[in-house]
C-alpha cells in the first residue's frame, strides 16, 4: 500500500492507476490530496511529471506498446486538468493582471505539450495570466497572438532537437515585435546551450526555473536591431543544412534503394518493414539536419544512441544503423560538415554502449 502522505506515495499510487487505465482513481488521487495536506505546485512537479517521464521510460523500454504510452499520458493529462479546477477559483483575467501576462506555447511542429502545460499551471498557480496555446503553434500566428495579447513574455517549449530550427524562427519573429522569449524543454540541451546559440533571451530547465525567471524581471533585446540567422549560427553560410533539408526525400528514397543493393535480404521485406526502415531513414536524415543547422555533433550521436537503446529493447542489432550511416556518406562526398557528422555518429554507435533501458520503475 502506497503511502498517500508522500510525494513519492502518491507517485506510486497514481503510476498503479494511470498505467492500469483507471483515470477516476488518478483523479481522484490528485484531488484528494490537493484538498488535504498537499500544494498543488508539489502535485504537478513532484508528482505528475515524474510519472509521464516514466511513461516514456516504459515506451522506451517496450514495456508500453505506443497505444498504451497515448492512453497513459491521456489520462495524465486530464488529471492536470482536473486539478487545475478543483481548487478555489482564479481572478478572472478580465479584472486581475496579477503579476502580469504571459504566453506558453509550444515550437511549430512540436506536439508533446505536457511539459509546456505544467508550466502554464505553475505559472497561474504563481498569481501570472496566461495563455496557454497547447502544442504546435505555426510562428505567424503565434506573433499574432503576441500582437493582440500584448504579452510581457513568451515561454517557448520543444522537446524534439529536430525543431530547433522552427524554434530559431519563432525566437527571431517574436523579438522582434518587441517580446522576450524564455525558452525550455529537451530540446534545448540539458545546459540551455541551444537556447542561447539560438538567441533566446532566457532560459530555464522547469517550470520552478522559468517562474523564478519571470519574478526577477525578465527583458528583451531591442526590437528595432534585426538580425538574420546566420548572425547566430555562422556556419549556416555553407549551405550544407539547406541543401540536405531540400533533398530530403530523395535522399530516403535514394539510400532504400541502395539498401536493397548492399543487403539482398531487404529485397524481401514486407511492406510493413520497408515503411518502417523508411520512416527510421528519414528520422536519421532529419537529426544529421538539425545537427548540421546547430554545428553540434551530440544532437545526432545522442540521437543514434538512443535509438539504439530502442531498437535493442526490440530485439533488432544496433548494426543496422551503421549500415545506413554508410550508405548515406556515400551519397553525400561534397558535404565536408555533414561527412564529419556521419562518421562521428558511425563511431558513437560503434564505441559506445547503447543507453541502457531503465529498470522497471525507474526513470531515465
Not at 488518478?26 to 502535485?43: F, P, Y
Amino acid at each position: 500500500m502506497s503511502d498517500l502522505t508522500t510525494p513519492a506515495g502518491l507517485r506510486d499510487a497514481l503510476w498503479q492507476a494511470v498505467a492500469g487505465g483507471d483515470e477516476y482513481t488518478a483523479v481522484a488521487l490528485v484531488q484528494e490530496a490537493s484538498a488535504g495536506h498537499v500544494d498543488d505546485e508539489t502535485l504537478l512537479l513532484d508528482v505528475i511529471a515524474p510519472v509521464q517521464e516514466r511513461i516514456g521510460t516504459e515506451w522506451a523500454a517496450d514495456r508500453l506498446t505506443v497505444a498504451q504510452e497515448h492512453a497513459a499520458t491521456a489520462i495524465n493529462e486530464r488529471v492536470v486538468a482536473a486539478l487545475a479546477h478543483h481548487g478555489p477559483a482564479a481572478p478572472r483575467p478580465a479584472t486581475a493582471r496579477g503579476r502580469g501576462r504571459v504566453t506558453v506555447g509550444c515550437v511549430d511542429g512540436e506536439w508533446h505539450a505536457f511539459p509546456a502545460r505544467l508550466v502554464a499551471e505553475v505559472l497561474r498557480l504563481r498569481g501570472w495570466r496566461v495563455d496557454y496555446l497547447g502544442a504546435q503553434t505555426p510562428t505567424p500566428h503565434l506573433v499574432a497572438h503576441l500582437h493582440h495579447t500584448h504579452t510581457d513574455a513568451l515561454l517557448l517549449s520543444g522537446s524534439l532537437p529536430t525543431h530547433l530550427p522552427a524554434a530559431h524562427a519563432a525566437i527571431t519573429a517574436c523579438q522582434a515585435v518587441g517580446v522576450p522569449v524564455l525558452a525550455g524543454g529537451r530540446a534545448f540541451g540539458p545546459d540551455g546551450r541551444h537556447a542561447r546559440a539560438l538567441g533566446a533571451d532566457g532560459w530555464a530547465a522547469d517550470a520552478r526555473g522559468a517562474a523564478g525567471i519571470l519574478e526577477k524581471g525578465f527583458s528583451g533585446p531591442d526590437p528595432s536591431v534585426s538580425r538574420q540567422a546566420v548572425d547566430d549560427l555562422p556556419h549556416l553560410a555553407d549551405q550544407e543544412y539547406t541543401l540536405i533539408v531540400r533533398s530530403r526525400a530523395q535522399l530516403v528514397k535514394q539510400t532504400l534503394v541502395d539498401l536493397e543493393d548492399a543487403f539482398p535480404a531487404a529485397r524481401h521485406y514486407s511492406d510493413a518493414q520497408r515503411e518502417r526502415t523508411a520512416e527510421d531513414l528519414a528520422h536519421i536524415v532529419d537529426f544529421l539536419a538539425t545537427a548540421l543547422y546547430m554545428d553540434d555533433a551530440e544532437v545526432f550521436t545522442d540521437f543514434l544512441t538512443w535509438t539504439a537503446g530502442i531498437l535493442q529493447a526490440r530485439g533488432v542489432p544496433a548494426r543496422s544503423l551503421t549500415a545506413g550511416l554508410g550508405l548515406l556518406a556515400g551519397r553525400l562526398r561534397d558535404f565536408p560538415r555533414t561527412l564529419r557528422l556521419l562518421h562521428e555518429g558511425t563511431e558513437a554507435v560503434r564505441d559506445h554502449p547503447a543507453h541502457p533501458v531503465p529498470e522497471a520503475g525507474t526513470h531515465a
